[in-house]
């Protein structure tokens, strides 16, 4: 707050601090990121002062009585200060706190078409490449498990050597769940291979579903998990 008063009328929160303080991402450490929806400079020490008379209104609003940019705004901006493996990174907190949902930052980008970093969040949230986190990617599939009568799995279990994202010994099955971005090439793809035939001459199921699927269609993941339970 103190930063933000600092700067005076039009003031609030952006970049990296707006995001720290959704508790999205870290702080740079000692310098405190505000944008001002004014002309003309303003200088403070241990403050990155941006100007930003264009900045509209509706995109500032408070958390804490702390006057901060709104969610999408805060992503947009994020794309300026954070590489893609942190810009990834926030949009998997994001999407977990509840700041906003990575589906709905997607739809709400359509609104910000030709603001610089929009391009390069909608790649991202391509729905084909999005990575989730560990712990959103287990949020959304468990409950797709226990929906056809899976009992709950070990999870991170090293199994033929291979740690692996859901196993059931009781059914013998494992379930690895590939975000395309990192599956892609000849290497990659050889040594998910050498992982399903490790699993297969130990007699288990290796089912393998990218997660787009687990994200987006439900539907698909469902029915082969309910024809595994069945068997």
């Given at each position: ?23 999205i ?17 303003v200088h403070r ?11 509209p209104?509706?995109e ?6 702390i006057?901060?940019?709104?969610p999408?705004?805060?992503m ?6 954070q ?19 990575a ?15 929009v ?17 959103e990617?287990e949020r ?11 009992p ?6 090293m199994?033929?050597?291979?740690e ?6 009781e ?12 599956h ?21 199921t ?8 687990v994200?987006?269609?439900a539907?698909?993941v ?5 024809r595994?339970?069945?068997?």
């Amino acid at each position: 707050m103190a930063a933000v008063l600092a700067c005076g009328d039009g003031a609030c929160l952006s970049h990296r601090s707006a995001g720290a303080l959704f508790g999205i991402c870290e702080e740079r450490n000692g310098v405190v990121e505000v944008s001002v929806r004014r002309a003309g400079n303003v200088h403070r020490e241990g403050i990155k002062v941006r100007r930003r008379p264009s900045l509209p209104s509706q995109e500032v609003g408070t958390l804490g009585r702390i006057p901060v940019t709104s969610p999408v705004q805060t992503m947009i901006d994020l794309v300026s200060v954070q590489g893609p493996r942190d810009l990834l990174r926030s949009i998997n907190e994001a999407d977990k706190l509840e700041v906003i949902l990575a589906c709905d930052l997607r739809v709400e980008l359509d609104a910000y078409s030709g603001q610089p970093g929009v391009k390069v969040l909608l790649r991202l949230l391509d729905r084909d490449t999005f990575v989730l986190s560990r712990e959103e990617l287990e949020r959304l599939f468990l409950p797709l498990a226990r929906e056809v009568g899976l009992p709950l799995p070990l999870t991170e279990e090293m199994v033929n050597g291979f740690e692996v994202d859901f196993f059931w010994p009781e059914l013998k099955l494992v379930v690895e769940t590939d975000g395309l971005r990192y599956h892609r090439t000849a290497t990659q793809q050889a040594a998910d291979r050498q992982r399903d035939h490790a699993h297969f001459l130990a007699g288990l199921t290796a089912l393998r579903f990218t997660h787009g699927q687990v994200k987006d269609d439900a539907t698909h993941v469902e029915a082969l998990l309910r024809r595994v339970a069945a068997a």
